[in-house]
């Protein structure tokens, strides 16, 4: 059984950095995506980082050039380093994995609706942006 277990988060000024880690435990099938995916209160989930099994990664345009996915697969860890927040970004960040049939960082953005239900996730972990 796979399971994903996110830390890292915590409080940090406008302006600040994080670096977020999600340890998974067990194998899943590549093809694969990963993905990091936030939700803030009274607001809908939003996909913003994926990465595919082959190192290709995409982001949604909120987070362009401020947030990095990355995977080391000797550790099985995925992490995201977030430079640059601000108050937008205060949210419970999850981390995600699921076999698919593609690949591709973007393509893996564009499926997470079709696949969220059948995904690995963890629990969650709190980043508050502060001014």
């Known amino acids: 059984q796979v399971q994903l277990v996110e830390s890292g988060g915590g409080s940090v000024q406008t302006g600040g950095s994080l670096r977020l880690s999600c340890a998974i435990s067990g194998s899943i099938a590549r093809p694969y995506c990963m993905y990091w995916f936030r939700q803030a209160p009274g607001k809908a989930r939003e996909e913003f980082a994926a990465?595919?099994?082959?190192?290709?990664?995409g982001y949604a345009a909120s987070v362009k050039g401020r947030f990095t996915i990355s995977y080391d697969n000797a550790k099985n860890t995925l992490y995201l380093q977030m430079n640059s927040l601000n108050s937008e970004d205060t949210a419970m960040y999850y981390c995600a994995a699921a076999s698919v049939a593609g690949s591709g960082g973007r393509w893996c953005l564009s499926v997470l609706d079709s696949v969220f239900d059948i995904a690995n996730r963890g629990q969650g972990t709190q980043v508050t942006v502060s001014s």
């Open positions: 990465i595919d099994g082959y190192g290709s990664t």
